[in-house]
């Protein structure tokens, strides 16, 4: 029986470790130049765990489409589990109706049109801010550390719209971005248990697991303290938070004696905000800024167009985003060569199947190699350069709907926070293209800019994107 199952071609494994030794510190490269040799749909081994690694927009199709039912489900991990409460959140929730109320508010409650329209004013105030920062900066000659600045836009929006109010100016709010980028290190580790189960003494002698303990309490007395806050003081009328509606739903479903959503669901789901929802969205930005300043035509064409679209207004504000089409090809161009979670979420595979041919057994985690299908020659012309114009006169879009162009993933388990990020970004390149001409530092001229990538989960600029800003008038 088992012999005549046609699996997926696998590159050889070693004993015990099977692949694992052929995944690097940048694993969508490595795993990019495996599916080379071993093709779109490739079946390797992490310890005991079968991977299925998924590189063509067809195959990405099959599985996140037409099968995705079925590819539903997320594996259970140990730091995931730890860190949101025993996976109580929504992002690593088993496929299941607990996952499917929970999903269900953050698409309807807080990731909906109208309310992502509702924090407009926090966007607007947040993204003058930091133009005013710049432009202070400027006025004194000095560097701008424009990864910083836009790290804490993306930071200082989130808490603002998630917990009411900005950290950033405390000591509270230092600790609490240490942790942030503590939690997405940790969320990206590879822990050794979760797929040779009798060698994993070795998370906790290398000290993994105390460090995945101290961040999850860290984060839990934090929340807890902005849970207790939300339900000492009475915002009243402005504009409601996260945690209002969290505990407004929660309040609700006891009157109703609907089983309700406890404390630790709603702080998993504002953990899960924070981890999916801030980094990600500063490295869109930040990758875009490098790459107009690798590419000063692009820049000067966007500029044009931004600076038509304000005319003799102060402000470009969200009602002139719409008529930026270049800026919307940029923005594209962008998420598909610098996909922000390269290797987007692992899926897995609740039942047995069959995928283009082969045979997929239950259990099976998958992923999707969204980065290489970004930079797949048989997609994309020329796919290594930045040429936002490949999109100006098409419909391609990330949206889940066309798989040759996945950022945010597709399907059920695909981003909600796509409406969200979006004009947030588009927002902030704008105002910057807006206000200022760019440049490089002296230093940095004669180098060319450095556009390597950090390794981790989420790709970013290896080193901080300094530059020199000067006001257009
Ligand atoms: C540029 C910004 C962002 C990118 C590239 C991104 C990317 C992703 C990806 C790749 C997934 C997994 C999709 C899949 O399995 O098919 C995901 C899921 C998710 N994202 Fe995002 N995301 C971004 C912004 C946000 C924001 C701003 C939020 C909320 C504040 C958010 C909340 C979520 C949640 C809750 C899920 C889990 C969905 C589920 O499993 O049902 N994301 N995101």
């Given at each position: 029986q088992q012999a005549k199952k046609r699996l997926p071609p696998s590159p050889k494994k070693l004993p015990?470790?099977?692949?694992?030794?052929?995944?690097?510190?940048?694993p969508h490269r490595s795993l990019q130049s495996l599916s080379t040799k071993h093709g779109p749909l490739m079946l390797l081994r992490f310890g005991r765990v079968p991977v299925l690694v998924v590189s063509s927009a067809d195959a990405a199709r099959e599985i996140m489409k037409n099968q995705d039912s079925i590819f539903s489900n997320r594996p259970k991990l140990a730091i995931p589990n730890r860190i949101f409460y025993g996976s109580?959140?929504?992002?690593?929730?088993?496929?299941?109706d607990y996952w499917r109320k929970m999903r269900g508010i953050c698409v309807n409650q807080l990731m909906s049109p109208k309310r992502v329209q509702s924090f407009r004013s926090v966007r607007e105030q947040e993204t003058c801010l930091m133009v005013e920062n710049i432009g202070r900066l400027s006025d004194s000659n000095s560097v701008v550390n424009l990864s910083d600045m836009l790290a804490l836009l993306a930071n200082d929006v989130l808490c603002r719209v998630a917990l009411g109010r900005k950290y950033s100016n405390s000591d509270k709010g230092k600790e609490f971005k240490n942790m942030l980028t503590e939690e997405v290190e940790m969320l990206g580790t590879f822990c050794v248990g979760d797929y040779i189960p009798w060698l994993a003494w070795i998370d906790r002698v290398s000290g993994l697991n105390g460090k995945v303990e101290k961040l999850a309490k860290w984060f839990d007395r934090f929340l807890e303290s902005v849970l207790e806050e939300h339900r000492s003081i009475d915002v009243g009328g402005t504009s409601k938070d996260f945690v209002d509606i969290l505990l407004e739903i929660q309040q609700e479903n006891e009157k109703d004696g609907i089983s309700t959503i406890g404390d630790d669901a709603i702080k998993a789901i504002l953990l899960n905000m924070f981890a999916d929802g801030t980094d990600t969205t500063y490295s869109v930005m930040e990758w875009t800024m490098a790459e107009l300043l690798k590419h000063p035509n692009t820049m000067e064409k966007l500029q044009k167009e931004v600076r038509e679209a304000a005319g003799n207004k102060e402000e470009i504000t969200e009602d002139d985003l719409e008529k930026l089409h270049y800026l919307k090809a940029v923005f594209k161009e962008s998420l598909r060569l610098h996909v922000p979670v390269p290797l987007l979420v692992t899926r897995e595979s609740t039942q047995d199947t069959k995928v283009m041919g082969y045979d997929v057994t239950a259990g099976t985690q998958v992923i999707v190699n969204a980065w290489s299908i970004g930079r797949d020659p048989l997609l994309w012309k020329n796919p290594e350069d930045f040429n936002p114009e490949r999109f100006l006169d098409n419909n391609i879009d990330f949206r889940g709907m066309h798989f040759e162009l996945i950022p945010f993933g597709a399907g059920r388990r695909g981003c909600p926070g796509i409406a969200y990020a979006t004009v947030l970004n588009e927002l902030a390149i704008a105002k910057l293209v807006h206000k200022f001409n760019f440049d490089l530092p002296d230093q940095a001229k004669k180098n060319d800019l450095d556009v390597s990538e950090s390794a981790g989960i989420t790709a970013h600029l290896k080193f901080p994107l300094l530059v020199v800003a000067t006001h257009y008038t």
């Open positions: 015990v470790i099977g692949n694992l030794h052929q995944v690097g510190p940048s109580k959140d929504v992002v690593f929730a088993p496929y299941g």
